[in-house]
């Protein structure tokens, strides 16, 4: 009989995607198969307990659940890599890229791929002209490194944009203000490392005006249809264009890329997530199915790119 393999699932954390955290990796802990892994979990608190429980760890790869800073930004992954344990998802600079927004948008820019014109302001700098730049409202404003939509707002006026650059500014030092690009929400998860493949897009119809936290992780909260409803034409050209993202940003293992369809057909990127949410509501295993892959084959894969 083949030697089991040890993963320890490693979920929580300090940023404000704790709770999604527990959720996928519940989730995860749930759907491993239990004839081919070890199973144990490690949560970390939301003040950081836990982490010294890594150090003594016997497992032969951890599964990242953790979501947002310090879980899907480089510094985890640094840890691990130095402690010598293999793990699940992108290596350190994949994941500080993917979760810094303003140094993902310059890469974009330096690829030429379409993004939406932004500016990047911080607590000591002074406001710009926003409509000189981005044109005229509505805009989108979003904390520079968080994750699963955790502080964007739309804003239509001066009042409302004042407010939300404020909010943003609780999750950090820089705040991302953006044109609001109108069109179709769409997503195409990755999986990969040296040959990425493209899984089936997702088209997104958010309960809100947007998908944001509540309509990502709320049961009802949006309306998500797999395979999108666009053409073959556009449905190859997201996904050829996701893989250049996930190959640009160096990503590996598995990651998701979210664009807008301006018009209803030219692809805007908006962002990569490099550790996507696993929990019941979440995107990816609904596409990984659509492609004819449960969740346990999804997670084995996930696994065997990670121990490659």
């Given at each position: 009989?083949?030697?089991?393999?040890?993963?320890?699932?490693?979920?929580?954390?300090?940023?404000?995607?704790?709770?999604?955290?527990?959720?996928?990796?519940?989730e995860?802990?749930?759907?491993?198969?239990?004839?081919?892994?070890?199973?144990?979990?490690?949560?970390?608190?939301k003040?950081?307990?836990?982490?010294?429980?890594?150090?003594?760890?016997?497992?032969?790869?951890?599964?990242?659940?953790?979501?947002?800073?310090?879980?899907?930004d480089?510094?985890?992954?640094?840890?691990?890599?130095?402690?010598?344990?293999?793990?699940?998802?992108?290596?350190?600079?994949?994941?500080?890229?993917?979760?810094?927004?303003?140094?993902?948008?310059?890469?974009?820019?330096?690829?030429?791929?379409?993004?939406?014109?932004?500016?990047?302001?911080?607590?000591?700098?002074?406001?710009?002209?926003?409509?000189?730049?981005?044109?005229?409202?509505?805009?989108?404003?979003?904390?520079?490194?968080?994750?699963?939509?955790?502080?964007?707002?739309?804003?239509?006026?001066?009042?409302?944009?004042?407010?939300?650059?404020?909010?943003?500014?609780?999750?950090?030092?820089?705040?991302?203000?953006?044109?609001?690009?109108?069109?179709?929400?769409?997503t195409?998860?990755?999986?990969?490392?040296?040959?990425?493949f493209?899984?089936?897009?997702?088209?997104?119809?958010?309960?809100?005006?947007?998908?944001?936290?509540?309509?990502?992780?709320?049961?009802?909260?949006?309306k998500?249809?797999?395979?999108?409803?666009?053409?073959k034409?556009?449905?190859?050209?997201?996904?050829?264009?996701?893989?250049?993202?996930?190959?640009?940003?160096?990503c590996?293992?598995?990651?998701?890329?979210?664009f807008?369809?301006?018009?209803?057909?030219?692809?805007?990127?908006?962002?990569?997530?490099?550790?996507?949410?696993?929990?019941?509501?979440?995107?990816?295993?609904?596409?990984?199915?659509?492609?004819?892959?449960?969740?346990?084959?999804?997670?084995?894969?996930?696994?065997?790119?990670?121990?490659?």
């Amino acid at each position: 009989m083949r030697k089991r393999i040890k993963v320890a699932v490693l979920m929580g954390g300090k940023s404000p995607e704790h709770e999604v955290s527990l959720s996928s990796g519940k989730e995860i802990i749930r759907n491993l198969d239990n004839k081919k892994y070890r199973v144990s979990s490690l949560i970390i608190s939301k003040t950081g307990k836990g982490l010294k429980k890594l150090l003594k760890i016997n497992t032969d790869i951890v599964f990242l659940a953790l979501h947002g800073q310090f879980g899907e930004d480089g510094t985890i992954q640094g840890m691990l890599e130095m402690l010598g344990i293999k793990y699940t998802g992108s290596g350190v600079l994949a994941s500080a890229i993917g979760m810094d927004k303003p140094v993902f948008r310059k890469l974009m820019k330096h690829e030429r791929l379409a993004i939406p014109k932004y500016v990047v302001i911080n607590k000591k700098e002074k406001v710009p002209d926003f409509n000189k730049i981005l044109g005229n409202f509505p805009y989108v404003v979003k904390p520079s490194a968080q994750g699963s939509s955790v502080g964007v707002l739309i804003v239509r006026n001066h009042e409302e944009l004042k407010k939300a650059i404020k909010n943003a500014l609780k999750f950090g030092t820089e705040v991302i203000v953006e044109e609001y690009v109108k069109g179709i929400e769409v997503t195409c998860p990755i999986l990969g490392n040296d040959k990425p493949f493209a899984l089936p897009v997702i088209e997104i119809i958010p309960k809100n005006n947007f998908f944001d936290y509540e309509s990502k992780y709320s049961k009802g909260g949006a309306k998500e249809i797999v395979p999108a409803r666009i053409s073959k034409t556009i449905t190859k050209k997201v996904q050829e264009l996701a893989v250049k993202v996930y190959k640009a940003v160096g990503c590996r293992g598995f990651a998701r890329v979210d664009f807008i369809l301006k018009n209803k057909k030219t692809p805007v990127i908006l962002e990569i997530n490099t550790i996507p949410g696993l929990t019941p509501e979440s995107l990816f295993p609904k596409s990984a199915k659509a492609f004819g892959m449960s969740y346990s084959q999804l997670l084995d894969i996930i696994i065997n790119y990670a121990l490659e």
